[in-house]
């Protein structure tokens, strides 16, 4: 039996739920979930054997007035160690938990994670493109958690209102819905279906659940107060604004912010770049992670996507913003527009439609970016479709087009991929990934792409062993073969690659991944900046990543790496390794501790025009912080990053129209950098999505000619100070 069709049987088989209230205690009361739908057959689906699972698990589901409640009654004998662990919002932690993973609309293309540990601690998450998390969402939602000798119990309501979804017919809606619980100390994980999210499709294989229709309205009103004093430039500065969440009915949701501030009460980690493409960062900001997921249009080139919101107030303050989002029928669609303060501010637009049909999936989204001090016009028109043929095929297509008007001048271009997804019989996967980005291809005024002017292909067979003897070390081993090719659209070979990989899951609840990769001579058209190729020999690269969960009072994890690469190819080896320890003094006090050595033997390091240094560098970067769990509402954390650089120059090169390499006369010095981070923060949760932070940040970064060791100059980081603030930031939801 297929499991669509499973699926389908299973669906039909539940009960139609009841309409009474549920109080959210963590006590799975029989007469308050009198009629849900029962689900009782939790499948392994890590390891992905599809056995049934090692301890009992029920779980009800239930439609009320005020939400969907879902409830788990988790079995837990004596015989298996309980993790007590607390850990703060969006933990990532392997510990005793449940998930329980809703597709509001059924169609696979924006699905809502909660998820609940034994200890209370909670995390949410947006899925997008079956199987991409993206954990920087916050919603409101409850949950409670009890717990006695013969196990733990989980209830936990989420509102109609925490997605726009659509009417539904005949007073029912139909959700699509995954539920999961994880033996902290093992890692295993079962769910209900027996779905993965390590296969290609995951959203698509989730359970359909028809309930009663319930619409639920919602205006709220979060204005916030804050106070920064800057210790170097000794001056305050008080700022205050407000967002604002409407939803007046199941088809409708408004989001707006005024003057909304993003100060440093989240850190980012610090990141040294002398390459020529940009560093992806994600984006924790609350008016850009609600409900963002229909504006998800993304391509298999790494982090890239049409509408990249951390470029929205990097050139100015925002002064508004405002995002729409709404069902008619079986569209969805979504609406958002921002406006930056200053000379240089920009106003960004974008309008997004999609269209679920049985077996696929439409969308288009047109963006546009408008910056009157350089007279750019900037727009993408962006074209998705998924397609589902068959429980076992999975195709993603992309259509990407740019016009860029500036100063009178037009430049235009189009990109487009495809990737499909295969699964066969015993565990064998393969992947077919084809990707074309023209030259003058530009998404970046409001998206990220890495680069343009790309022509790749590769070709990938994977195979999962699960049935692993009880004596092995690994309950699942996940084996990978790839083999591609990359071009720029000049017909320039950058590289051929072949990549061999293996993931593998412990069963003491550990974790590996090694990797290895050989390339093929190329060249660059990067590293010159516009100034001609680089050729480059063939070279290897390989990485080793462990570990290890909580087990006593430490935690641990390690990588390796070794490579070659630079004008030297296989001539010169380079290494990287790290170790980061993380020791528990209670249950919701921890401190860790880490670091990260690197050498490379030639590091090439563009100067101007078609000059290139060859560097030898020698790199740390040491981190360290603690977590302090103090309740279910005190949260404090420390964080320290710092790295340090050396980089002693051993060639200077200039190039040939053809790209080969000349010994250069032109002087090129030794260099150095040293960067800090360090932040304190204190977050009070006042009410759900209410907040009090106080926030202590200092930090610095600093490049300059001349080097004294890597050692010297980490020591020396800790003395930066280019900035150096206090912040302390009030935000309270008010719901009306």
């Not at 779980?59 to 005020?66: C, G």
């Not at 912080?625 to 954390?637: A, I, S």
Request: charged content about 25%; glycine content about 8%; proline content about 4%.
């Amino acid at each position: 039996m297929t499991l669509p069709r499973l699926i389908g049987l299973l669906a039909l088989a539940l009960p139609c739920a009841s309409v009474h209230a549920v109080e959210i205690d963590g006590r799975v009361d029989p007469a308050e979930w009198q009629g849900a739908h029962h689900v009782t057959d939790f499948r392994k689906t890590q390891p992905l054997t599809g056995e049934p699972g090692s301890l009992p698990t029920e779980a009800w589901i239930l439609a009320t007035p005020d939400g969907l409640a879902i409830a788990f009654r988790n079995t837990h004998p004596a015989a298996v160690p309980r993790t007590r662990q607390r850990v703060q919002r969006d933990f990532d932690e392997q510990v005793d938990r449940v998930n329980a993973f809703i597709d509001f609309d059924g169609d696979g293309r924006t699905g809502y994670a909660f998820t609940v540990s034994s200890t209370g601690g909670i995390a949410d998450e947006v899925i997008t493109n079956e199987n991409q998390f993206n954990s920087d969402w916050d919603g409101q939602w409850r949950h409670a958690v009890g717990e006695d000798e013969q196990g733990w119990s989980v209830e936990l309501l989420i509102p109609w209102h925490t997605a726009p979804m659509r009417d539904g017919t005949d007073g029912q809606r139909t959700l699509k819905v995954f539920l999961a619980r994880v033996i902290g100390v093992t890692g295993e994980r079962m769910a209900w279906p027996s779905a993965s999210f390590e296969r290609p499709r995951f959203m698509s294989d989730f359970a359909s659940v028809t309930v009663p229709r319930y619409d639920q309205s919602l205006l709220a009103l979060t204005p916030y107060v804050s106070g920064l004093y800057d210790n170097v430039g000794r001056r305050s500065d008080f700022n205050g604004g407000a967002d604002v969440f409407w939803k007046p009915n199941g088809r409708f949701q408004l989001t707006a912010t005024v003057n909304p501030d993003f100060g440093q009460v989240e850190a980012d980690d610090l990141v040294v770049n002398f390459s020529a493409t940009e560093t992806f960062i994600s984006d924790k900001r609350p008016f850009f992670t609600e409900n963002q997921g229909i504006f998800e249009l993304t391509t298999p080139s790494d982090d890239s996507q049409q509408l990249y919101t951390r470029r929205v107030g990097s050139t100015g303050d925002i002064t508004a913003a405002l995002k729409l989002n709404g069902s008619l029928g079986k569209a969805n669609y979504g609406l958002f527009s921002a406006d930056e303060d200053g000379e240089y501010g920009r106003s960004f637009h974008a309008l997004r439609v999609v269209r679920d049909f049985e077996k696929q999936n439409l969308g288009a989204m047109l963006t546009r970016v408008e910056q009157d001090a350089t007279d750019r016009e900037a727009t993408v028109l962006g074209v998705d479709h998924n397609w589902r043929p068959t429980a076992r095929w999975n195709i993603r297509s992309r259509l990407l087009g740019s016009r860029i008007d500036q100063a009178g001048d037009r430049a235009q271009d189009l990109g487009a991929t495809v990737w499909a997804d295969y699964e066969m019989e015993d565990g064998w996967r393969q992947q077919w990934i084809a990707m074309h980005f023209g030259n003058d291809l530009q998404i970046n005024d409001f998206g990220y792409l890495s680069r343009n002017s790309t022509n790749y292909l590769h070709w990938e067979v994977r195979k999962r062993f699960t049935g692993l003897p009880d004596a092995s070390r690994y309950s699942s081993k996940d084996w990978r073969w790839r083999v591609s090719s990359s071009h720029n659209n000049h017909g320039d070979k950058l590289n051929d690659q072949f990549r061999m990989s293996r993931e593998g899951q412990l069963r003491n609840g550990s974790y590996e991944y090694a990797q290895i990769n050989v390339n093929s001579a190329g060249l660059s058209d990067l590293l010159l900046r516009g100034n001609g190729v680089v050729r480059l020999p063939a070279n290897f690269n390989t990485y080793f990543e462990f570990e290890r969960p909580r087990k006593g009072d430490w935690a641990h994890e390690t990588e390796l790496e070794t490579f070659t690469g630079g004008l030297a190819g296989n001539r010169k080896l380079g290494a990287g390794a790290g170790y980061t320890a993380t020791y528990f003094i209670s249950d919701a006090f921890s401190i860790y501790a880490g670091g990260y050595a690197l050498y490379t033997p030639d590091w090439l390091v563009w100067q101007r025009e078609d000059l290139v240094g060859g560097f030898k560098r020698r790199q740390f970067d040491l981190s360290a912080g603690l977590d302090w769990v103090v309740d279910d509402r005190h949260e404090l954390r420390v964080k320290m990053q710092a790295i340090a650089l050396d980089a002693r120059v051993q060639d200077a090169w200039r190039f040939d129209p053809q790209g080969y390499a000349l010994a250069a006369t032109d002087t090129v010095e030794d260099f150095s950098v040293r960067n800090l981070g360090f932040q304190v923060r204190y977050r009070y949760e006042l009410a759900p999505l209410s907040y009090l932070y106080v926030v202590y940040a200092r930090g610095g970064y600093e490049q300059r000619t001349g080097t004294e060791g890597v050692e010297d100059l980490l020591q020396d980081s800790f003395s930066l100070r280019d900035d150096e603030q206090l912040v302390v930031k009030l935000s309270y939801r008010f719901e009306i």
